[in-house]
Structures are given as structure tokens and as C-alpha cells.
């Protein structure tokens, strides 16, 4: 059982556009991370948002985490070629296990 | 700060062998690391949870004679496959949570290529 559902999975756009990338869950989490991840490299921690409702801003990125804690999106503004590569939310546990989305793999077109 | 190293960063081995990989917390100690599995254009599936001076705690479904994982100090895992065959071939990474990285955040290593042939 998947708890914690990514979308879209797979995401082709030309440069400057704008995209939202979302996970939801029917459980509760302590705190979501969101992560990037080229090919061949472990994924980077982008953000960690934590309080429901928050709302943290990383330049052209933009993450929120739902009031309930169960839901989190990332919205990227004006998508740059550097914006390529697979992001992955992840909702962290009490025990510290972190449960992992699909993941979106993004291509940004020049 | 906050910084995972893993070695190696590919191995090939024949299969029957057994590989070590190395997990190391460069910057901060370690109270507990992760490791995890990643096939091609897959998310992140978590095989075990290691403590520090204690047995690691496996996923369902992940053998752990297969894959045995010591976790000796506060900045060193190590993951041991053990007779490596074909379908063992995949990307190993491992993250740290501990001091300072907090509570919530772990930091993940940059990963192992294991191929099995």
C-alpha cells in the first residue's frame, strides 16, 4: 500500500512554464521533506516543512504543507533546464521512518 | 555541514560473492541510519533502520541474512550483501539523521551502483 501518493509522476515542459507537484496521504506526518535527485547521486534535501499550513519559499520554488499534515505540494515558477531531475516528497514518521512518494521526474525543454 | 558519504560509488562482482558497502556521517554523529534500494526511475524503497550499538530493523519482505547491516559507531553503517546474485543489482543508498541535522531530516549518501553479474 502506497501511503503517500505523488503527482504526476512524470511531468515534460517547456522553459518558463509553471508546475505544481503534489503528494497526498491519508495518514498524518510528523513533518514532509521534499528531496532532488539527478541521476546516479542520492536525492538532496530541498525543504522540510513541518507545521501544517506552513508555506517555505527556496527562490523559484515554493512548498506547502496541508493544515491537516497529510498533504504537501511544491509549485515551481518560471521552470528553468536546471529544474530537470526526480522529486520526491517524503513524509517522515515518529519512529524517524521516512515514507516516499514515487517520485516526479521532470524534464524542463529549453 | 550535514554531509553522508558512501563507498563505494559502483562495484561490480560476480555472483556468489558478498559486497560491503560503507556509510559514513562525515560532519555529525549518527544516531541512526537508513538504507535504502532505488531501481531505475523508481522512488526510494527503505530496507532497514540502524541504531546505533544495536540490530538493525528490517522492512518486511527484505531478507536480513541476505543483508546484513552493522551499524558500529556513531558515524559508520556498513550494508553486507551477501552471495550477490543477478537481481541483487540495483542502487544502494544510505542517509544519516543525528546531530545537528535535528529530529526530522535525514541526509542521504550519494548512492552505490551494485551490478551482479
Known amino acids: 500500500t502506497q501511503l503517500l501518493e505523488q503527482s504526476p509522476q512524470f511531468l515534460s515542459i517547456q522553459e518558463g512554464e509553471n508546475l505544481t507537484v503534489y503528494c497526498n496521504s491519508s495518514s498524518v506526518f510528523s513533518s514532509l521533506q521534499w528531496y532532488r535527485q539527478e541521476p546516479g547521486e542520492g536525492p538532496v534535501l530541498l525543504v522540510t516543512?513541518?507545521?501544517?499550513?506552513e508555506v517555505k519559499k527556496l527562490k523559484r520554488l515554493t512548498f506547502q504543507f496541508g493544515d491537516a499534515r497529510k498533504d504537501s505540494s511544491l509549485h515551481i515558477t518560471a521552470a528553468q533546464p536546471g529544474d530537470t531531475g526526480l522529486y520526491l516528497c517524503a513524509g517522515a514518521r515518529h519512529t524517524g521512518k521516512l515514507i516516499f512518494g514515487q517520485g516526479t521526474t521532470l524534464q524542463v525543454k529549453p | 555541514g550535514a554531509v553522508v558519504s558512501q563507498h563505494p560509488s559502483w562495484v561490480i562482482c560476480k555472483s556468489g560473492t558478498s559486497v560491503k558497502i560503507e556509510c559514513r556521517s562525515l560532519?555529525?554523529?549518527?544516531?541512526?541510519m537508513f538504507w535504502y534500494r532505488q531501481f531505475p526511475k523508481q522512488s526510494l524503497m527503505l530496507m532497514a533502520t540502524?541504531?546505533?550499538?544495536?540490530?538493525?530493523?528490517?522492512e518486511q519482505g527484505v531478507e536480513k541474512d541476505k543483508f546484513l547491516i552493522n551499524h558500529a559507531s556513531l558515524t559508520l553503517s556498513t550494508l553486507t550483501v551477501t552471495s550477490a546474485h543477478p537481481e541483487d543489482s540495483s542502487f544502494y543508498i544510505c542517509?544519516?539523521?543525528?546531530?545537528?541535522?535535528?529530529?526530522?531530516?535525514?541526509?542521504f549518501g550519494p548512492g552505490t551502483r551494485l551490478t551482479v553479474t
Open positions: 542517509s544519516a539523521r543525528g546531530a545537528p541535522a535535528g529530529d526530522y531530516e535525514q541526509y
Open positions: 560532519d555529525f554523529q549518527a544516531t541512526t
Open positions: 540502524s541504531n546505533e550499538g544495536s540490530k538493525a530493523t528490517y
Open positions: 516543512v513541518v507545521t501544517g499550513g
